[in-house]
């Protein structure tokens, strides 16, 4: 096979792909929430008798998704900007530190990651009965950012190994001091690390269920608490749509934001040596 | 402009010593080399200079100032960095300015030392590009520029010219002599290549395993190395165990494996048993034709290999037993060694033909050490 035969054959299964993984569950989602609640969409209807936008106000006035979108957002900030800070003396030491059990505690950091969040978020809420501590958005806020720490500390120890020790022993030999020294040696290799994380957490938060949901529920809603009331015995696929639809549009702007930090960053971090 | 004295200091890296017992005087405006084999902890040395490894004992002196507590950035040295270490987001002016702009320099003495710099280093049509975009002699450029721009009173060198290649490093090589004379700063520089360190230096420190093995001009450590070590690693040598015979006046009669050889040298040998050395320039291929002094030692061997390398023939030469030689053989090794001979130009002379080589006895130096 020639070599544009074959390219032409990978870009249409990547074409094919994404057609079945994103356009497709997008595009119905789109039209589910799309569907007239007066003119329901089944067989043998190919296509929804009756567009209206009827659902998304619906949703919008009945029930307490304003202030759903409100807590998401609020929380979703305070837990990244939480957990890339207390990620950050963790990731020093493990991207610019040797020192005995450096491997063992690198595993144990990650160990969050494999235990089922309702797990956690179960215990975790008797925790903070016991702890004392009664504010709902402190404790998912607390919750959501001990479940998102590992991937903080992964991605910025993976930063924090890429400085490269000449440029700081350069920056001091020119007469920087250490505000210069992380202006100059830390920042520019540290940053796209930062924003990853920042931008992936935020996302995650967003999303995040268990947690919310145990601790938070009755009285305290996100996105996702909503999402999940209109799944399982009273599904309506409609409603569901709406909401998996204003939960999921602005993760992919943020998606796409880091995707471009990090190619513009990156050039900064690879070369400069000769 | 400024000195530098370091007594008796110990870097230790755990169970490692990094530098061991280093005493060391250079004085203002000298150009001190560093030379030795990768591993003798002459980068170690020139780091602690620099501020960067702490010592573990002994003290040092910059400029005459105690430099315990002083961190890097309040020392009067830069460096100039072996992968350069350029600021990669900074463009090349921004890298230049680096420095003065710490020192807090007002915006025109900024622009005017940027001018200055840029000239000094031939980067004027380059400061605007970024150091990724630049050639790798240009980056090398760029940190020498990026460290003159302090003014500092001693410049660090850490192997500059070990990323160019070779044509270039000869030219750099020049460059940073020359600025150096003109600015009169004082220079280390560190080199594991003998022939930068003979070519650059006013003073060369030779080094191996965390210790000074000898300090002297040029000139001192190729002709008059004080041991088997500076004399093999600075340039090629001939080495043979000795035994000393007789003396008259300077003329010393010597039992080596190749027989009876005489020495003549101002300095007595250390002991009755030591070494003797040559350079392989320092013996020829005219046997035949000896001086009727009777000074020279002339003996008879093969020629094992030859390398003609357009400016000189080298050849190893497989001495030959001496036919008039007396049995006394205890220093007769059971290895016989293999001599180097250097000689200018084309030389006639075959593989596999007996030759007679003749080396003047005042070319033949004793080394300081006993075995």
């Known amino acids: 096979m020639n070599k544009p035969c074959t390219n032409r054959l990978i870009t249409l299964l990547v074409i094919g792909f994404c057609c079945i993984s994103l356009v497709l569950p997008f595009s119905l989602a789109m039209l589910w929430s799309l569907v007239d609640p007066g003119h329901p969409w089944s067989y043998p209807h190919i296509l929804p008798p009756v567009l209206s936008l009827q659902r998304w106000v619906d949703i919008w006035t009945t029930t307490s998704l304003p202030q759903a979108l409100l807590h998401s957002y609020l929380l979703a900030p305070c837990v990244a900007l939480c957990s890339v800070l207390l990620a950050l003396p963790t990731a020093y030491a493990f991207g610019r530190l040797e020192f005995p059990g450096k491997q063992a505690a690198q595993l144990i950091s990650l160990l969050p990651l494999i235990v089922p969040s309702f797990v956690v978020a179960l215990f975790f809420s008797s925790l903070l009965n016991v702890l004392g501590i009664y504010s709902r958005f402190l404790g998912i806020l607390i919750g959501q950012t001990v479940l998102f720490i590992p991937y903080a500390i992964r991605i910025l120890s993976v930063s924090f190994s890429l400085i490269r020790q000449e440029i700081i022993d350069a920056t001091r030999d020119l007469g920087g001091g250490p505000i210069t020294v992380f202006k100059t040696a830390y920042l520019p290799v540290l940053k796209p690390g930062l924003l990853a994380s920042i931008i992936m957490i935020f996302i995650l938060s967003i999303e995040e269920f268990a947690i919310a949901f145990v601790v938070g529920s009755p009285d305290f809603v996100t996105v996702p608490t909503i999402l999940y009331s209109y799944l399982g015995y009273n599904f309506i696929r409609s409603n569901a749509a709406v909401v998996s639809l204003i939960l999921v549009v602005p993760n992919i702007f943020l998606m796409l934001l880091m995707e471009r930090f990090l190619k513009a960053r990156n050039t900064a971090v690879i070369t400069g040596k000769g | ?371």
């Open chain 2, 1 to 371: 402009m400024t000195s530098v004295l370091i007594d008796s200091v110990n870097v230790r890296f755990g169970d490692f010593e990094a530098l061991r017992n280093i005493s060391l005087n250079i004085d203002s405006g000298t150009f001190v080399t560093l030379l030795g084999p990768s591993g003798c902890g002459k980068t170690t040395l020139l780091k602690t200079i620099a501020g960067f490894t702490p010592l573990s004992s002994g003290k040092m002196l910059i400029g005459g100032k105690e430099t315990h507590n002083l961190p890097p950035e309040k020392r009067d040295t830069a460096m100039c960095f072996q992968s350069y270490a350029l600021f990669p987001h900074l463009s090349v002016a921004n890298n230049l300015l680096f420095g003065p702009k710490q020192k807090k320099l007002s915006k025109q003495d900024q622009a005017t030392r940027l001018q200055d710099i840029a000239s000094q280093v031939s980067l004027t049509s380059q400061l605007d590009k970024f150091p990724p975009e630049l050639s790798g002699g240009q980056q090398q450029r760029v940190a020498l520029g990026r460290a003159l721009a302090i003014q500092p009173g001693i410049m660090l060198f850490d192997e500059p010219l070990s990323n160019l290649d070779a044509k270039l490093r000869d030219s750099v090589r020049f460059e940073i002599r020359q600025l150096q004379k003109q600015q009169g700063f004082t220079a280390i520089y560190v080199t594991h290549d003998q022939a930068e360190a003979l070519a650059m230096s006013d003073i060369v420190v030779v080094m191996n395993k965390g210790a000074i093995e000898q300090i002297g001009s040029p000139n001192d450590i190729y002709h008059r190395p004080i041991n088997r070590f500076v004399a093999d690693f600075v340039g090629a040598a001939n080495i043979l165990p000795a035994q000393v015979l007789e003396q008259h006046g300077n003329l010393y009669r010597v039992q080596t494996a190749l027989g009876q050889l005489q020495v003549q040298s101002d300095q007595a040998p250390i002991a009755k048993q030591t070494y003797i050395f040559w350079r392989p320039e320092d013996m020829c291929f005219d046997g035949a034709n000896a001086s009727p002094n009777g000074q020279d030692n002339i003996f008879e061997s093969r020629i094992i290999a030859k390398t003609f390398l357009g400016n000189i023939t080298e050849c190893l030469l497989d001495p030959l037993p001496h036919s008039h030689d007396d049995a006394n053989t205890t220093l007769a090794c059971d290895k016989k060694p293999s001599i180097r001979i250097q000689n200018l130009g084309f030389q006639r002379a075959e593989e596999g033909e007996q030759v007679l080589i003749r080396v003047p006895s005042s070319n033949i130096r004793f080394l300081a050490e006993a075995f």
